[in-house]
């Protein structure tokens, strides 16, 4: 083949080209080990002398030739490909996006972590106790004999076998001190079981145990450490007021009420008192050698304040409308 009828086919062949393949070919056709432009070149030796510089400048013109239309093709086909794929994954900006709704942490989940987290920074162990309690644990122990008046008040839920489900977590208090004896710091949160329900009791709720024991402990580590408290919770200048009360356990006993902003009513938020004597020997320490302070509150109380929740009942009612507000 002459050199002119290849620069004419190399022109052709080129235009036509459409893919990457078809390029791949026509790089062999030409340039290939028995390629048109390399078999030609190999004619040189062929030639007189004389004829051999001006045939290896058309070469070479050829070979120019070549490269400019195989860069200009490589070129039309990237951008034929990125073009393609644009068309082919082209994203429509203007549909609606989907909404993937978020779980919550459950508002008393969120404030037993409040209360919790307030304790152990203060160097309270978390402790934790059996739900289904025996006599002895939930009351006994606790200096509330068998005939003891203050049984009535617990609404107490009984098993067959003379279990039953804890009214309060104060027996932890007890097996706190089997367990552990002291220096002794805990607190308990956890479920409880009264036979009561209206607006603004639940069968089961929740609370927070709290037992320090010591030597030395007295009233005011009590009252210091609940005001602490109370500043945490609810802000500082939040009004309290420690009320003498009555539990079989506590001796001096008080309840603790806070003042309601909104409402300007006094709300009691908790029990507590310095450890009885008897609960103390009871649970196998000297009361001589170690005095203690306990305190109890109620979780879904302290959320209800928080949250402003009107219906104590709603905060088990696992409505989404509620729980995500
Ligand atoms: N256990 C008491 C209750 O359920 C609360 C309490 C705990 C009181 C500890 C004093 C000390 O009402």
């Known amino acids: 083949m002459d050199l002119d009828a290849l620069k004419a086919n190399l022109k052709k062949d080129f235009k036509k080209i459409v893919s990457q393949e078809e390029l791949n070919q026509l790089k062999v056709k030409y340039l290939g080990k028995k390629g048109q432009i390399t078999e030609l070149s190999k004619n040189i030796k062929n030639l007189p002398s004389k004829e051999r510089p001006t045939f290896g400048k058309k070469i070479g013109e050829l070979r120019s030739l070549y490269e400019s239309f195989l860069g200009s093709a490589q070129e039309k086909i990237e951008l034929q490909i990125i073009n393609e794929s644009l068309e082919k994954d082209r994203i429509d900006v203007t549909l609606p996006g989907s909404y993937k709704s978020q779980g919550k942490l459950h508002p008393l989940t969120i404030t037993t972590k409040k209360i919790a987290d307030f304790f152990s920074s203060k160097g309270y162990l978390i402790e934790d106790g059996p739900e289904i309690e025996s006599d002895y644990y939930n009351f006994d122990a606790l200096n509330i004999p068998k005939d003891h008046p203050a049984r009535d008040m617990h609404d107490t839920f009984y098993l067959e076998n003379g279990n039953l489900l804890r009214t309060h977590t104060s027996p932890v208090q007890i097996r706190s001190i089997e367990k552990r004896g002291a220096p002794l710091k805990i607190i308990c949160p956890g479920k409880v079981y009264r036979s009561d329900a209206d607006k603004t009791h639940t069968p089961m709720f929740h609370q927070v145990e709290g037992l320090v024991i010591n030597e030395n402990v007295n009233f005011g580590h009590l009252k210091n450490e609940i005001m602490t408290f109370i500043d945490f919770f609810f802000g500082p200048d939040t009004k309290v007021r420690f009320r ?11 309840e603790v009420d806070i003042m309601d902003k909104k409402s300007n009513n006094w709300l009691e938020i908790m029990g507590c008192g310095l450890v009885h004597p008897n609960v103390i020997d009871m649970a196998g320490l000297d009361s001589k050698k170690f005095s ?34």
């Open 244 to 254: 003498p009360s009555y539990f079989p356990f506590t001796e001096p006993s008080a």
């Open 292 to 325: 203690g302070f306990a305190f109890g509150m109620g979780i879904e109380r302290m959320a209800k304040l928080l949250y402003e929740i009107e219906d104590m009942r709603s905060l088990f009612s696992n409505d989404l409308k509620f729980l995500s507000q």
